[in-house]
């Protein structure tokens, strides 16, 4: 294998979620985090974004896709194989950035790499850059995590991520603790980038115009116990600006419907 | 440069108002010897050879225990932080005997191992251990589950994410484990030496113990200045390079919460 086979985008693999249901027991009993949950993100489908309030359980639903957590019913198909253990093949990116502030911004891109067993250590290097390349960050290959903005800290473990070159990327509210000027330009930088690897994006996020700026399709969740109420597509072209017009009209629909989804438990409750 | 300036007079003062208090003997010379006279003694001490012999007995006896210490309480440490075993059993077991004060240990090891090196030793390690153990379980106990989930999906497993991520990130707190174990070992091993003379080597606990026989008060105030210059001397040359590089890499910081 060389650095150009590992460098080629894999095709975006189909997910399909048949049926999860999950429940934690806490101190105020038991929670339904998710209930009969289906969702199929065929291939070319580049972002599906979940949306929906705290207690939807979104991030349950991602952690579930990525492995880390196990379904007590129902299953996850990639690409027709059962998904039981986290993998490369499902890479995430949390929404603290979840970097090692005991290696620097290079060892942390290489740390997935080096546990790819087909590659050699140049390799690795070439293709560590080509990501730190690919969000800006080629300067900063000795700097100490710590050191970094958050904006900065988000872009490295955008370059982590992708470098295992995954056929699922999973983002678990990645932009939500930056300020509205960072998240801007992320949105913008994570358009290209896609554009350039096409991967099958989940992205979980409560912000309705962060989704239609992101998403090709969108599924609103509801809480307790947490579905998927509904679904839209989003056919606008890319690259979206979530300042635009288009953006902020597809944004009252989806307010609305999620408010629509809200209020009937609230109202029993 | 300022606060150079402001410790230096702070102690030059010191010194001369202790000389000037000495010589109007309102306390007996014999009770509070001046600063030159305590100097006096040192500088002796090392022209003679005894001051430095008893330096070198006993940082061999504090280092030989403290790496012992170090050696069992890091992994039992890490053990009793990962199996419920270990944490119901030797994890209590530390939190008992980390509360009992290390001096305790000398009649007992006096009785078991008589008046041998191996006694100190022993009363060092049992300083040392408990506390690096309870450090470094704690320490990765604190460790965000955050890297180690992130760390799977990357393909961690196992002893590689011990090795790569737990014991990393668990790191600082092994650090100031090993700090304290570090303090412990130093006083159980002064009260070890003050309390119990060994033939095998005279350390500078008991240049102190008998300073006081002989009511040597200069060798005794010397001594406790030599013992304190090699606190904190441990303290620069084993701890503060690590710190430094935690300071780098974290970003932990060390400045007080009222230095801007």
């Excluded at chain 1, 979620?17 to 489908?45: I, M, N, P, Y």
């Excluded at chain 1, 070439?126 to 903005?149: K, P, T």
């Excluded at chain 1, 979980?204 to 599924?219: P, Q, S, Y």
């Excluded at chain 2, 040192?42 to 280092?63: C, H, I, K, P, Q």
Aim: proline share 5%; net charge positive; charged share 20%.
């Amino acid at each position: 294998m060389t650095v150009r086979d590992e460098l080629q985008p894999l095709p975006p693999a189909k997910l399909v979620v048949s049926q999860v249901s999950k429940v934690f027991r806490t101190g105020a009993g038991l929670v339904k985090a998710l209930e009969d949950v289906s969702l199929k993100v065929s291939e070319g489908e580049f972002v599906s974004c979940l949306v929906g309030p705290s207690g939807s359980g979104k991030s349950t639903l991602l952690n579930i896709i990525a492995g880390l957590e196990k379904p007590d019913s129902g299953s996850v198909l990639l690409d027709g194989k059962p998904v039981t253990a986290p993998g490369r093949d499902r890479m995430v990116m949390f929404q603290e950035s979840a970097l090692f502030p005991w290696l620097n911004v290079l060892d942390n891109v290489l740390f997935g790499l080096k546990l790819k067993p087909s590659l050699t250590n140049r390799e690795r290097r070439e293709v560590a850059q080509y990501y730190l390349q690919l969000v800006g960050l080629e300067r900063f290959l000795r700097a100490n995590i710590h050191e970094l903005s958050g904006g900065m800290k988000q872009r490295v473990a955008l370059a982590r991520a992708l470098a295992p070159n995954p056929s699922v990327l999973l983002m678990d509210e990645p932009f939500a603790a930056l300020d509205a000027m960072t998240r801007e330009q992320l949105y913008a930088d994570l358009q290209e980038i896609w554009r350039k690897r096409r991967k099958t994006i989940i992205f979980v996020t409560h912000n309705v115009r962060e989704a239609i700026c992101l998403g090709d399709r969108i599924n609103l969740l509801s809480p307790s116990p947490g579905r998927i109420q509904e679904a839209f597509t989003i056919p606008l072209a890319r690259p979206r600006d979530i300042n635009s017009v288009e953006v902020a009209k597809y944004a009252t629909e989806l307010t609305a419907a999620l408010k629509r989804h809200l209020q009937p438990a609230e109202a029993t409750s | 440069m300022k606060r150079v300036l402001l410790a230096t007079t702070f102690f030059l003062s010191c010194l001369v108002f202790w000389q000037a208090f000495a010589l109007t003997e309102i306390w007996s010379p014999v009770l509070l010897p001046s600063p030159l006279r305590v100097a006096d003694y040192l500088y002796g001490a090392l022209r003679d050879g005894s001051l430095v012999a008893a330096t070198a007995v006993t940082l061999r006896r504090l280092l030989l225990g403290y790496l012992a210490g170090l050696l069992l309480g890091l992994p039992l440490g890490l053990l009793t932080a990962r199996f419920r075993v270990f944490e119901d059993t030797f994890g209590l077991l530390a939190l008992g005997f980390q509360t009992l004060p290390s001096v305790c240990w000398v009649p007992l090891a006096l009785l078991w191992f008589g008046q041998t090196e191996t006694a100190m030793l022993f009363v060092v390690i049992m300083g040392t251990m408990w506390s690096v153990m309870i450090a470094t379980d704690s320490g990765v106990n604190s460790v965000p589950s955050i890297y180690v989930r992130a760390a799977r999906t990357m393909g961690s497993r196992g002893l590689h994410t011990w090795l790569k991520v737990i014991l990393p990130a668990s790191f600082p707190f092994i650090v100031s484990g090993m700090k304290q174990g570090w303090a412990f070992a130093w006083r159980s091993l002064m009260a070890a030496e003050i309390y119990v003379t060994i033939l095998t080597g005279f350390g500078l606990g008991h240049l102190l113990h008998y300073g006081r026989e002989l009511i040597a008060m200069d060798q005794v105030i010397g001594i406790i200045f030599v013992i304190i210059v090699i606190g904190l001397l441990a303290d620069k040359i084993l701890f503060s390079p690590w710190e430094n590089f935690l300071h780098r890499r974290w970003g932990t910081t060390k400045e007080g919460l009222f230095t801007a």
